[in-house]
Structure formats: structure tokens, C-alpha cells
Nanobody
Framework: DVQLQASGGGRVQPGGSLRLSCACSGFMFWISEMSWVRQAPGKDVEWVSSIGSGLGSTSYPESVKGRFTISRDNVKATLYLDMNNLKPEDTAVYFC??????????????WGQGTLVTVSS
């Protein structure tokens, strides 16, 4: 079975940092493009970042560029998201997903169960 197990969420003050992890199994992680998406209460799914399988090229929307960093460990089959200078508007449930931006936001691949990030003073 395909499994994507996200962890690392929590409550943090504005300006703080968190590192999310996503342990993956059941598919060929090392050749899969991977993404993070998020969904705030009452809002649509928002793409957060993607990373390629080969050289690991990365991409981000302007809303998180310069603050978030996506990375991967193909040996551990784990995806990461380092989040710095967090803002209240980053509050959401974060999901790791297979595929690039379009596949992840349209949920046409696989999603993990999500981890909640709350940014509040």
C-alpha cells in the first residue's frame, strides 16, 4: 500500500520555525516528483512547493519563497519542508503528495494524512 506519513506540525509563534517530514513507502519514491500542499479552514488547497526526482529542482509560490525549503532523502524515502519566519497566514493543515504542482493540488496522485501547523502569538 502507498503510505505518506506527515509529521512535525505544531503551534509556533510568528517568526518561528518548524520542520515537517513525510515518510513514504509503497511506491518508487526516488523517481517520483513530490510536493507539499496546504489547506486552511474554509479555503481551497494551496500549493506550497515541489521537488523533482533527479537533480531535485525545486519550485515555490511567491507566498513562501525565501522562507520555505523543500528537500528529500531518497535513501530514507522521506520528504521535508523547512519553514522559517512563519506568519499567521501559514496556519493550515500541510499535506505531502506525489506529483508536481498540478497533480498535487488536483489530488490526482497520493496524499498523506496531513499535519497541522498553527502560527499564533
Amino acid at each position: 500500500d502507498v503510505q505518506l506519513q506527515a509529521s512535525g506540525g505544531g503551534r509556533v509563534q510568528p517568526g518561528g520555525s518548524l520542520r515537517l517530514s513525510c515518510a513514504c513507502s509503497g511506491f518508487m519514491f526516488w523517481i517520483s516528483e513530490m510536493s507539499w500542499v496546504r489547506q486552511a479552514p474554509g479555503k481551497d488547497v494551496e500549493w506550497v512547493s515541489s521537488i523533482g526526482s533527479g537533480l531535485g529542482s525545486t519550485s515555490y509560490p511567491e507566498s513562501v519563497k525565501g522562507r520555505f525549503t523543500i528537500s528529500r532523502d531518497n535513501v530514507k524515502a522521506t520528504l521535508y519542508l523547512d519553514m522559517n519566519n512563519l506568519k499567521p497566514e501559514d496556519t493550515a493543515v500541510y499535506f505531502c503528495a506525489t506529483g508536481g504542482r498540478l497533480e498535487a493540488t488536483e489530488r490526482s496522485g497520493f496524499w498523506g494524512q496531513g499535519t497541522l501547523v498553527t502560527v499564533s502569538s
